[in-house]
């Protein structure tokens, strides 16, 4: 059923349920176990270890404030949302609505929890060489260090006069070990973003990276 899926993505399931899992919304079923939600939890976390490891490997020269924004560009919803579609994750999605497979945030859910039912199916070894594998071409495409969201953001409010950046934790959710931030800025010209990582820091940065986006749309 999903063979030509196994081909793009490259990585070929010995339990055919776990990528069928990994593929299910649940707006399809909602019985834990035949949706994608437990392995994208999993997930989420095997792809931010990833991809830490794989900067550290790769930019042995560069300090952490650099690494940063680097690892927050890479794990934001825009880039895994669309790694999903690179890999036609969207097509082969079992879903209750057509229009779900247009949703930034599922594609970005669904591209993790096939991490995480990589990861089931195999090892972590094999997990993360799948993350090293689709997105080592977005890391040689950007060799130069990115500049800092949130400095970046600082500047370009100010030469639009938007106004300060406000950032605010809206809320925080996770064990004390594993926390997750939900960090959100304002500008004077509407609506905040919401980022969101394991530290505050992380959620600043994702939060002033898709503040920037915007600005740049509108």
């Known amino acids: 059923m999903f063979e030509n899926l196994e081909n793009i993505i490259k990585y070929h399931f010995k339990n055919q349920n776990l990528l069928r899992q990994a593929l299910t919304h649940s707006?399809?079923?909602i019985k834990i176990g035949e949706n994608?939600?437990?392995l994208e939890f999993l997930g989420d976390r095997v792809l931010?270890?990833?991809?830490a490891a794989l900067l550290y490997r790769a930019f042995p020269e560069e300090p952490e404030g650099s690494l940063s924004p680097r690892f927050v560009r890479l794990v934001c919803r825009e880039t895994v949302a669309d790694m999903a579609r690179r890999l036609q994750l969207d097509k082969h999605m079992i879903v209750g609505a057509e229009e779900i497979r247009r949703n930034e945030h599922v594609l970005c859910d669904v591209c993790e929890a096939l991490i995480g039912a990589i990861f089931i199916d195999s090892d972590c070894e094999?997990?993360?060489e799948f993350v090293n594998e689709h997105w080592k071409e977005l890391i040689d495409k950007n060799i130069a260090p990115?500049?800092?969201a949130k400095t970046k953001l600082q500047e370009v409010a100010s030469a639009k006069n938007l106004g300060q950046p406000q950032y605010r934790v809206e809320s925080r959710e996770g064990s004390?070990?594993?926390p997750i931030f939900h960090v959100s800025v304002r500008l004077n010209c509407g609506e905040p973003t919401l980022g969101h990582g394991r530290n505050k820091k992380l959620a600043e940065q994702e939060a002033a990276a898709l503040m920037l986006?915007?600005?740049e749309h509108d």
């Open 27 to 29: 707006s399809h079923s």
């Open 126 to 128: 094999t997990a993360v």
């Open 48 to 51: 931010g270890l990833s991809i």
């Open 36 to 38: 994608y939600e437990r």
């Open 146 to 148: 990115p500049k800092d």
């Open 213 to 215: 986006e915007r600005i």
């Open 176 to 178: 004390e070990h594993e």
